[in-house]
């Protein structure tokens, strides 16, 4: 598979030295930090090369999480993974372990507990004490995520000043609310992500857009994922003189990721590249 890779980059992504005020946020929208504590596999899960944990916070829920560690001594830079309207899934852990595989500590965490938009490709896994589907944009996404980025930053072997977020989908457009209303992690990583008309670009960290130029609603897409609304959003990011970086799949579609091997493995080398750099 083809893919044309449009890169601008004006600052680097997680060693950043020309955006020290980024690289050293750690404050928390939360009134107390979350809880994090280990619990047992969801079901069909035991043979997951990855630690359970579960994340609660007051007024949000308890969100199960997989933690997938790369091997060798820590600390390591760390990424949240936010799954699509689909819901949690074993291919988010899958994803997970991949990027550890590569030197970062990844974390894929339930942040919803419905499974909308049911698909074949995906594995569901439950997680009935999460909080309920939010608006992406809206102000319970963004506790949702930012308990979530907090409760990172304390996981053993995790550098809490080297936090990123993974979003596809519906959680493409929660890191995109979060990293344009908050910052407080160091990169971001929009997959398939919907991007609103006339969106601002004042983003407040480096970012990284994989995105398919055949993205469309008959495979889970919507207008804001439509590939004229990314490429204009990217425009006007790299016109106000943000950080971003980004790669388009010819012909690829909303879910991708997970239904082409190919694109998947190249997903996974340029997220690492950009997180690692």
Not at 236 to 244: F, I, L, M, N, Q
Request: hydrophobic fraction near 40%; include cysteine; proline fraction near 9%.
């Amino acid at each position: 598979m083809k893919t044309q890779r449009l890169l601008i980059v004006l600052t680097v992504a997680l060693a950043l030295p020309a955006c020290p005020a980024a690289a050293q946020t750690t404050e928390s929208r939360l009134d107390s930090p979350p809880e994090v504590s280990k619990t047992d596999a969801p079901f069909g899960t035991g043979t997951r090369a990855v630690q359970w944990i579960k994340v609660s916070a007051p007024d949000v829920g308890v969100m199960l999480a997989a933690v997938a560690r790369p091997r060798g001594a820590g600390p390591f830079p760390t990424v949240v993974l936010l799954h699509g309207t689909h819901g949690f899934a074993g291919e988010y852990v899958r994803l997970a372990e991949d990027l550890a595989a590569g030197g970062v500590m990844a974390v894929a965490a339930c942040w919803f507990r419905e499974h909308g938009h049911k698909q074949p490709f995906i594995t569901p896994i439950d997680c009935p004490h999460a909080p309920p589907m939010p608006d992406p944009l809206s102000a319970e996404a963004v506790r949702i995520v930012d308990t979530l980025v907090q409760a990172a930053r304390t996981l053993p072997d995790a550098r809490p000043d080297r936090i990123a977020l993974f979003g596809h989908s519906r959680g493409g457009g929660a890191v995109l609310g979060y990293v344009l209303r908050v910052g407080n992690v160091q990169a971001a990583v929009l997959n398939s992500a919907p991007y609103p008309a006339r969106a601002s670009a004042d983003i407040k960290v480096p970012i990284l857009i994989l995105h398919g130029t055949n993205d469309n609603p008959a495979d889970g897409g919507g207008p804001g994922t439509n590939i004229d609304r990314v490429r204009e959003f990217e425009a006007k990011v790299r016109a106000a003189g943000k950080p971003v970086e980004a790669v388009y799949y010819d012909g690829g579609r909303h879910n991708d990721i997970f239904l082409s091997s190919t694109q998947h493995r190249d997903e996974v080398r340029q997220i690492l590249e950009f997180l690692l750099r």
